[in-house]
């Protein structure tokens, strides 16, 4: 089984200024690890994942995640925030060998201020 | 279209009174899954379909809660005899199936209980 720990609830944020979202896990088994973001009133859409290969992923909209398997960390982060990147973000996590059935923070609330 | 689709977008209902939720998934995407997303809440697990195998309903929460998936696409989430716990937003996704993790989500179904 895994789990995942998103470490902050709420990040408030100045624009133009840098963001990193925290993300750990744990698991017995090898995983695939994932950001979706969730823009108000909209459904889940993927940000960026890592499967295999390099750590670093680059994803949409400017973000980026490093996979860091000795500490079990992928966290999230962007140079530069806009307004617009306002939303959830949920790290999940799956087994590689268990399907698709995603396991997910609790979210992490980027708030943008002008 | 050619998303996820979800219905109704909102339902709202009286304590003892039952619910179905109905998902639309993406046309060729053998894999379907219903999570809830509660309020200040991640997204937790409800039930996996792929394919025509048994169905993985190991997060249903209470033998009130059911789904099924008919021909292999559209899905309905049952609720039995609501209660005021059960507020929350039902979120359908799909994917192809194969072990990439991606899945697109539909936009959610708003289910409040009086």
């Known amino acids: 089984a895994q789990s995942v720990t998103q470490l902050d609830s709420q990040v408030p944020v100045f624009e133009e200024a840098p963001v990193e979202l925290r993300c750990n896990y744990s698991?017995?088994?090898?995983?695939?690890l994932f950001w979706y973001v969730q823009y108000p009133n909209q459904g889940l859409q993927l940000l960026l994942k890592y499967l295999s290969g390099s750590t670093l992923v680059k994803g949409i909209n400017g973000f980026e995640a490093e996979f860091n398997k000795s500490q079990t960390s992928f966290h999230l982060r962007k140079p530069s925030v806009h307004i617009s990147d306002t939303a959830e973000y949920f790290c999940a996590v799956s087994g590689s060998n268990a399907g698709n059935m995603l396991t997910f923070g609790g979210g992490t609330r980027l708030m943008v201020k002008p | 279209g050619a998303g996820v689709s979800q219905s109704p977008s909102n339902k709202v209902t009286e304590k003892g009174k039952d619910v179905e939720l109905r998902c639309d998934p993406i046309?060729?995407?053998?894999?379907l899954y219903w999570y809830r997303q509660s309020l200040g809440q991640g997204l937790e697990f409800l039930i996996y379909f792929q394919g025509n195998s048994a169905p993985d309903k190991s997060g249903l929460p209470s033998d009130r809660f059911s789904a099924e998936r008919t021909g292999g696409s559209v899905s309905t989430l049952t609720i039995q005899r609501t209660q005021q716990e059960d507020s929350a937003v039902y979120l359908c996704?799909?994917?192809?199936?194969?072990?990439?993790?991606?899945?697109?989500f539909g936009e959610g179904s708003r289910l409040t209980v009086l």
């Open positions: 996704a799909s994917s192809h199936g194969h072990n990439t993790g991606e899945l697109f």
């Open positions: 046309s060729g995407h053998t894999a």
């Open positions: 698991s017995s088994v090898s995983v695939y």
